[in-house]
């Protein structure tokens, strides 16, 4: 099979009421992925769950700042990303950037948010592809028990990243590229002038750009390229926009 047609195939089965929650499954470099509403993709034959854009500590570097924001963003992330590891069974967890917000953000608080989320999770294997709040805030540290690695790092058939790389036809000779770092949006307009803006997947020809798993990150709403597929996150619910003309 060609390789532009082994890119990125998408399932375009309806769905009935009773699996609108379900998982929304693609291939992706010939490889069977599920892209999940609670913002993460997950990789069934190697047991790995991509996430992007955690930005731990945002609120906290915020506060530091003089801005004040309620605490609880750190916890309620965790417990998400705790609760999707067991839904699906991941044994790895690859974080496609921007663990940590900034250094301000690094206070003890998150350190024993997050040392107690370890616990729970040991024989997790973690791996950070650093991006770039990642390089000002600094590698987490070793008693988190997290491997840290520089962009792209292969993972055959894909290529980690955390900004995504040009979109082009057929597949990038190290791999098809998963990435993070735009905090990817579409606004749905309708009836009544009615619109409402919603985090997405972006499914390219050679790179899937992934949502942004932090809940106190923004969305950057843009058109999609003429090749992309879009898959939209609606509270549990994922639906893909129709492609453009």
Same mark, same amino acid.
């Given at each position: 099979?060609?390789?532009?047609?082994?890119?990125?195939?998408?399932?375009?089965?309806?769905?009935?009421?009773?699996?609108?929650?379900?998982?929304?499954?693609?291939?992706?470099?010939?490889?069977?992925?599920?892209?999940?509403?609670?913002?993460?993709?997950?990789?069934?034959?190697?047991?790995?769950?991509?996430?992007?854009?955690?930005?731990?500590?945002?609120?906290?570097?915020?506060?530091?700042?003089?801005?004040?924001?309620?605490?609880?963003?750190?916890?309620?992330?965790?417990?998400?990303?705790?609760?999707?590891?067991?839904?699906?069974?991941?044994?790895?967890?690859?974080?496609?950037?921007?663990?940590?917000?900034? +250094?301000? @953000? $690094?206070?003890?608080? %998150?350190?024993?948010?997050?040392?107690?989320?370890?616990? =729970?999770?040991? *024989?997790? !294997?973690?791996?950070?592809?650093?991006?770039?709040?990642?390089?000002?805030?600094?590698?987490?540290?070793?008693?988190?028990?997290?491997?840290?690695?520089?962009?792209?790092?292969?993972?055959?058939?894909?290529?980690?990243?955390?900004?995504?790389?040009?979109?082009?036809?057929?597949?990038?000779?190290?791999?098809?590229?998963?990435?993070?770092?735009?905090?990817?949006?579409?606004?749905?307009?309708?009836?009544?002038?009615?619109?409402?803006?919603?985090?997405?997947?972006?499914?390219?020809?050679?790179?899937?750009?992934?949502? +942004?798993? @932090? $809940?106190?990150?923004? %969305?950057?709403?843009?058109?999609?390229?003429?090749?992309? =597929?879009?898959? *939209?996150? !609606?509270?549990?619910?994922?639906?893909?926009?129709?492609?453009?003309?």
């Amino acid at each position: 099979m060609p390789l532009r047609a082994r890119a990125r195939r998408c399932a375009a089965m309806p769905r009935s009421r009773s699996d609108a929650r379900a998982p929304f499954r693609c291939e992706l470099a010939g490889e069977p992925v599920e892209l999940h509403a609670q913002r993460a993709l997950y990789w069934p034959r190697a047991r790995t769950l991509f996430i992007a854009d955690l930005h731990l500590g945002k609120a906290a570097a915020f506060r530091a700042g003089g801005v004040p924001l309620p605490a609880g963003t750190t916890a309620d992330d965790l417990e998400r990303l705790a609760t999707l590891l067991a839904r699906t069974g991941a044994e790895r967890l690859v974080v496609l950037g921007d663990f940590l917000h900034a +250094a301000a @953000g $690094r206070t003890s608080a %998150l350190a024993r948010a997050f040392l107690a989320w370890r616990e =729970r999770h040991r *024989a997790l !294997a973690m791996t950070l592809v650093r991006g770039n709040h990642d390089a000002k805030a600094g590698d987490p540290p070793a008693d988190w028990s997290i491997d840290t690695v520089g962009e792209p790092h292969e993972a055959t058939p894909f290529l980690l990243c955390h900004e995504p790389p040009e979109d082009r036809a057929g597949r990038d000779l190290f791999g098809y590229a998963l990435a993070g770092h735009v905090h990817p949006g579409v606004r749905i307009d309708g009836s009544g002038m009615q619109s409402e803006r919603l985090p997405c997947f972006v499914l390219g020809r050679s790179r899937a750009i992934l949502p +942004a798993f @932090g $809940r106190f990150t923004g %969305l950057d709403v843009h058109a999609p390229g003429r090749h992309d =597929r879009v898959v *939209a996150i !609606a509270g549990e619910r994922l639906f893909a926009l129709p492609s453009r003309p």
